[in-house]
């Protein structure tokens, strides 16, 4: 192939087309527990956590009042990641060797920010939100909420320990309060728990049997289908998560001021050619992941 403006910019299409079917290919799992939040600025102060207050007769003026909420900043990060293509290889027609790398490529644009996700909840222990404490911590309060705990200590891992910290975290759920004293959570909130593949089985059993072991024998299961299963291969050991999906407010935030994006460096008289026969091929977005309501979201602490 003689290497020239029109042939690198076909093998960039071909390239750019490979990245685009592997990234639209995956289905992100973020956009189940972190709200989307687009803007086009290095950060964000998340001040509006307080929800609207409850509806009213109107017998006179609209009563209006502003969202309550502590200052909670976070930043964009800048994210890139990209192969080099040796220049021979165009040259000899052997631009099938790079296919797969381009579509790992795109696929792992794509799950970066369920990557992000995943490490901002197991850092939850640690990581502070908008009130200053540990996402999952035992003492939060937030205006008229009272105190409450989204951090549960667990009784194990049996069917019969699971199914106990289940009922006690869906309880929990339902309990809490939003800024003004008023229920968070749906009367029939849309669950999902998350665990890592420790807990796989014994979950599976819990949410999608039918008929479940007891010691007197099988019997009908109460909790089928109370809650999605999440299996996420990133988390490990006996943790586990249980949290509301079903509502526009989510327990973390993704904040977006670039998605990600395909980019080639493909000038045959770059520095890069020139020096290392090498053309370039990556991806660029600027996101960032961080915590929004601990009412959404509870830590069974096996």
Known sequence: MIVNASTLAATAQTY????????????????????????????????????????????????????????????????????????????????????????????????????????????????????????????????????????????????????TDFNAARAAMRKFKDDKGEPLNDDDPKLAVECGPDLEAVFKILLNA?????????????????????????LTGNKWYLDEIGSARKPFIYQVRKQAQFVDLIAPTSEAVFSKQKFAFSMEASYNVGYALPQKSILIDN
């Open 210 to 234: 039918e008929m479940i072991p007891t010691s007197t024998g099988p019997q009908s299961n109460t909790l089928l289908n109370a809650a999605q299963l999440h299996v996420n291969n990133r």
């Open 16 to 163: 750019r087309v490979l990245w685009l079917q592997a990234f639209d290919a995956y289905t992100p799992y973020w956009q189940n527990v972190a709200q989307l939040v687009e803007a086009n600025a290095l950060s964000i102060d998340h001040r509006g956590m307080g929800r609207p207050p409850s509806v009213k007769e109107w017998t006179d003026e609209k009563e209006l009042e502003g969202l309550i909420g502590a200052s909670y900043l976070l930043s964009m990060k800048e994210w890139a990641s990209g192969i080099e293509v040796w220049r021979p290889h165009i040259e000899t027609d052997q631009l099938g060797l790079y296919n797969a790398s381009i579509k790992d490529l795109g696929m792992r644009a794509k799950q970066h920010p369920d990557k992000l996700v995943s490490a901002v909840r197991v850092a939850g222990t640690v990581g502070k939100g908008y009130d200053d404490k540990a996402f999952y911590a035992t003492n939060h309060v937030f205006g008229e909420s009272g105190v409450y705990s989204n951090k549960l200590a667990g009784s194990g891992v049996t069917l019969a320990q699971v199914t």
